[in-house]
């Protein structure tokens, strides 16, 4: 599995394209593959700590706030890895904005969402 696909998947949910749910089970889908092969490759780790994240939020342990910025975080480590995106996040307040340098990727306000779920 490329990691391009990972954080393109990670970008669609960021942005809006895909809810959790449906995070969810591609996750698992890509983990059932690679679970059966006994070597452990980065991309497993990555998918497993986020399968992690997901059941953490879902069962309380976490708040979906920390699950988002995990998954912000992840993004801009494979952008600051590569240098090929631009994300403009609002992450606390309608005035402050984080951004990742390189292209362009449109980010829904997930806090909004939360709020009305």
Request: net charge negative; aromatic share 8%.
């Amino acid at each position: 599995m490329e990691q391009n696909k990972i954080l393109e998947l990670l970008k669609n949910l960021i942005s809006g394209n895909i809810q959790v749910e449906e995070l969810s089970e591609i996750i698992d889908e890509w983990l059932f593959d690679l679970r059966q092969t006994p070597r452990v490759i980065p991309e497993q780790q990555l998918l497993s700590s986020l399968e992690l994240f997901i059941h953490e939020a879902r069962e309380g342990y976490r708040s979906w706030n920390e699950l988002y910025e995990y998954v912000i975080s992840i993004i801009q480590q494979f952008i600051s890895e590569t240098n090929s995106t631009t994300i403009i996040l609002n992450t606390e307040a309608a005035s402050e904005l984080v951004t990742i340098s390189g292209g362009s990727v449109p980010v829904m306000d997930y806090r909004a969402e939360m709020a009305l779920a």
